[in-house]
């Protein structure tokens, strides 16, 4: 197949280049080479390269930064995924977009399915809810994957600022009452290399198993990696953004299960494969 990738220098990006360019046509495209809030290059370069696949990665991803600048996460997050959806659209080319859990609010208390119903409390989410509705209102061939706390050799995340904190021998302290399920961008582009041989066309939630705190996932990243330093947990108000988060975004794969789908891994398992790749351990 002839797989088009946005945001090609992302995390996420940079392990689906991995997993799909030895099997597949993988054409990779920078926000330099293809700015998706460009609609005219967009409608252009899609339909000039005529790809059987896109898969949308490209985003604004910084929350806190999203709520300082909304219309920029708008018109990335939203419309930009209004052109990439139109453009596959009118060429018939499949495409897979990127979402996430913050699009829930957090109080459901269990894992959220993928047909509970979205109310997102920061602008983020809410900009990215905007694209799964472009894709669903301009496209019928689709996979929206909902996915949460990525991480990832390629770039900055959650476990690198900690354990980059730690090693400067800084007290840390994390939210102990935001639960997630936190996910190695690794599994994340392994699971998208199934789905996109798929028929079943839809949104997914694909992360790796169970749920934790950000506290508790600060915990078993320092212990893997050997690393002691004082760790407080704190609650969110202790911890003031800009952007508010959901208490609880855990997510439950059900879609992928009921399809048969090869299971991901647990989140430790996850966690201790990553620290082993980048030397953590």
Known sequence: MRIILTGAKGMLASDIQMVLSQREELIPLS?????????GKVMDVISSLKPDVVIHCAAFTNVDQCELEPEKAYRVNTLGTWAVA?????TGALLVYISTDYVFDGRKGSPYLEI????????????KLGGEKMVMALH?????????????TKGKSFVTTILSKAKEGRPLSVVSD????????YDLAQAISHLIYSPFCGIYHIVNQGEVSWYEFAQEALKLAGISTPLKPITSSEWPSPA??????????????????????????????FLSQIGGV
């Open 31 to 39: 926000k330099e080479e293809l700015d998706i809030t460009d609609s």
């Open 86 to 90: 139109s453009a596959c659209a009118k």
């Open 116 to 127: 509970d119903e979205p109310n997102p409390l920061n602008v983020y989410g809410k900009s």
């Open 140 to 152: 019928r061939r689709f996979f929206i994957v909902r996915t949460a706390g990525l991480y990832g």
């Open 178 to 185: 935001q639960i997630v399920s936190p996910t190695y961008t």
């Open 244 to 273: 508010k988060r959901p208490p609880y975004s855990a997510l439950r794969t059900f879609a992928w299960d009921n399809f048969h789908f090869p299971p991901l891994r647990k989140w430790q398992d996850a966690l201790s494969d």
